[in-house]
């Protein structure tokens, strides 16, 4: 079963526009929750996760995200991207000792 | 480079051959992870191991795969009887575990396979 899933494939903005990238999990444990993300022609890594405490976590770049219980959601936000932003996105969860990824949202600026 | 390396970069092989991937993780990182991702999908969870334990397999992992990690260092992945499905890049990450607080995975570039 599909433990994290991301809901918006490909999305496209302008620069300065705000951006909402939407992750919903299934999994009754404990979460721990991550985004990543990956530039063109470089590796994966880690831009954000949620362990406890403030569900509102703050990453790199200006990145936040925001962990609601209730909605099973970790929904990534930026105010206002960049061109350099365009990249793919990806959802993860921490389950049973595993890292588990979404499918990903692939993200283009236009300049 | 302190990082993540894996090796080959690129591979590309007959069908029914067998491949071995290398990664090697960031050196005081004692679990590694093995993740195999096709385009147009997130990383697929493969395997991982804690120093030189191989913690969990993935039951959806053909027995034709087969890891090892046997110094607790670098890793190796071995794909035997080549098919084109198993076409897809490798990923190979590193973490300090346990302790949540320092989970964080990095990545290699990874190793793209290619099955002709």
């Known amino acids: 079963a599909q433990s994290v899933s991301q809901h918006n494939h490909h999305v496209i903005l302008s620069e300065a526009a705000s951006l909402e990238l939407g992750c919903n999990y299934s999994?009754?444990?404990?979460?721990?929750l991550f985004w990543y993300v990956q530039y063109p022609g470089q590796h994966l890594q880690l831009l954000l996760k949620?362990?406890?405490?403030?569900?509102l976590v703050k990453g790199i770049k200006g990145f936040e995200a925001e962990f609601i219980k209730s909605k099973f959601s970790f929904n990534l936000r930026k105010p206002s991207v960049q061109w350099s932003d365009t990249a793919e996105y990806f959802c993860?969860?921490?389950?049973?000792?595993?890292?588990?990824f979404g499918k990903g949202t692939r993200l283009h600026i236009l300049p | 480079d302190t990082g993540v390396s894996q090796d080959p970069r690129h591979k590309i092989t007959k069908r029914g051959q067998n491949v071995t991937f290398r990664c090697d993780p960031i050196s005081e990182h004692n679990r590694l992870y093995w993740y195999r991702q096709t385009l147009g999908q997130g990383p697929e969870f493969l395997t991982y191991f804690q120093n030189e334990a191989q913690l969990e397999k993935s039951r959806l992992l053909s027995n034709r795969f087969s890891a090892e990690r046997p110094k607790g260092s670098f890793s190796t992945l071995e794909i035997q009887r080549t098919e084109q499905g198993d076409s897809a890049m490798y990923l190979c990450a590193s973490s300090l575990a346990p302790g949540w607080a320092n989970e964080k995975l990095f990545f290699g570039s990874g190793t793209q396979l290619s099955v002709l």
């Open positions: 949620y362990f406890s405490g403030d569900p």
């Open positions: 999994y009754g444990g404990t979460v721990n």
């Open positions: 993860a969860l921490n389950r049973d000792d595993k890292i588990i």
